[in-house]
């Protein structure tokens, strides 16, 4: 097991989501960020994993159809999208990522 996550990017939008005020399409659950994010680095969506702790990441990962770990932290919240994987942590997403 790596003990570094082999992170190549973080990208953040700062506009707010579907119908409340100005978007451009890129926040989450829109995949706008990850689409670009694959465009730049040449990822291949399919065989990648979307890893969120809110509806909106796995969301998110599913329009290009990645493969979407949940990390489980308990909100009350309800998912949309059906999860490959449900976890309690970072450590065991990445233990499924690189194993």
Same mark, same amino acid.
């Given at each position: 097991? =790596?003990?570094?996550?082999?992170?190549?990017?973080?990208?953040?939008?700062? &506009?707010?989501?579907?119908?409340?005020?100005?978007?451009?399409?890129? =926040?989450?659950?829109? =995949?706008?960020?990850?689409?670009?994010?694959?465009?730049?680095?040449?990822?291949?969506?399919?065989?990648?994993?979307?890893?969120?702790?809110?509806?909106?990441?796995?969301?998110?990962?599913?329009?290009?159809?990645?493969?979407?770990?949940?990390?489980?932290? &308990? %909100? &009350?919240?309800?998912?949309?999208?059906?999860?490959? %994987?449900?976890?309690?942590?970072?450590?065991?997403?990445?233990?499924?990522?690189?194993?």
């Amino acid at each position: 097991m =790596p003990k570094e996550l082999p992170i190549n990017q973080v990208k953040t939008c700062f &506009h707010a989501g579907a119908g409340r005020g100005e978007s451009c399409g890129r =926040p989450k659950p829109r =995949p706008g960020m990850l689409l670009s994010a694959a465009a730049e680095l040449g990822i291949d969506l399919p065989p990648s994993f979307m890893n969120g702790d809110r509806w909106r990441d796995i969301d998110c990962g599913a329009v290009p159809v990645c493969k979407a770990i949940f990390i489980d932290r &308990h %909100y &009350h919240e309800a998912l949309k999208e059906q999860l490959d %994987y449900r976890v309690r942590n970072l450590l065991e997403a990445a233990k499924l990522i690189e194993p």
